[in-house]
């Protein structure tokens, strides 16, 4: 009795070290003790603070696991156009940009030539968008005009991005038109961001960027990925969105993180976890949108509604 025993202690055993060691490389690569900790420093923010105007915890999903009629997979990056006050989405394979409503309805579909793999949109001024190419990190300008099909892809300069992976290159663009800077950023290994110089008015914001952009405390590093992200103009916060560590993290100018909304069932409202988050972005009166794949809508509101500025 014994002697048959032994073995199955020692496969138990066995069994039980690749469990804890399994449990803990999934802890390590989400990075979850330093989610934990970041996520509880923003849980009690100063209400005198400018940064609470926009935080997180209290928003509610309004719209959620939406599917977009007419779109059927690879739905990516996101942005706001304050030119139209509707969204533009990036699709690729093939290239595309569909034009939606802010309620999630598809107004138009735009092909794109001259790019392959796009990944990333961001809207600069009135037609005028920035696209890129993950895999080969470069930039490219399009002007969209009212109720234009198809439009070209103009290349104007390479990000230099370095990456263990080409698919791991230009996940996410954001335009700062105040400042008149953009921002790139590197999807993982390593996630990073890299920030351009000021461009001058008629300047190229295709500008290849020439500094990182780092907060302080090095606090992006709870995220293992990175698959979008914007800028909210009125307050000048920068959004990040994670799709692997499933979370939104807001940063103020200065890079100081002051709020974290998990995008997991049952918090903020969601009834599923949003399961590959590719893209978000806000307008100005703070309504947060996030895309999905293969074709989901969401949309987050504050419970009480930002003044816009």
Same mark, same amino acid.
């Given at each position: ?12 055993? *066995? ?77 690729? *394979? ?216």
């Amino acid at each position: 009795m014994s002697v048959s025993a032994s073995p199955n202690r020692t496969r138990l055993r *066995r069994i039980g070290w690749i469990v804890l060691a399994s449990l803990l490389f999934v802890l390590a690569y989400f990075r979850a003790p330093l989610l934990a900790w970041h996520w509880s420093t923003t849980l009690a923010p100063d209400a005198s603070s400018p940064a609470h105007r926009l935080q997180l915890s209290d928003y509610r999903a309004v719209i959620q696991a939406q599917p977009i009629a007419g779109i059927h997979d690879n739905l990516s990056g996101l942005t706001y156009s304050e030119a139209t006050g509707t969204l533009f989405a990036a699709v690729n *394979r093939p290239a595309q940009i569909v034009e939606l409503d802010t309620r999630g309805n598809l107004l138009r579909t735009v092909h794109v030539d001259g790019v392959r793999d796009m990944e990333s949109i961001a809207h600069v001024a009135g037609g005028l968008f920035l696209v890129a190419c993950e895999r080969e990190s470069t930039l490219y300008e399009v002007e969209l005009t009212p109720g234009a099909t198809t439009v070209q892809a103009r290349a104007v300069s390479q990000a230099p991005l370095q990456t263990l992976h080409r698919n791991r290159g230009i996940e996410a663009l954001a335009w700062n038109r105040h400042s008149r800077q953009m921002l790139i950023g590197q999807e993982s290994f390593p996630v990073r961001l890299l920030q351009s110089q000021a461009v001058a008015a008629g300047g190229d914001p295709g500008a290849p960027p020439t500094r990182g952009w780092h907060p302080p405390g090095n606090n992006t590093s709870f995220m293992s990925d990175l698959s979008g992200m914007a800028y909210h103009e009125p307050s000048g916060h920068l959004f990040l969105l994670s799709d692997e560590s499933a979370l939104i993290a807001e940063y103020t100018a200065a890079g100081e993180l002051v709020s974290v909304i998990p995008l997991w069932r049952g918090f903020h409202g969601l009834q599923r976890k949003i399961p590959q988050a590719e893209g978000l972005t806000l307008s100005p009166d703070g309504v947060l949108f996030v895309v999905s794949e293969p074709n989901l809508f969401y949309r987050f509101e504050h419970a009480a509604p930002l003044a816009r500025e």
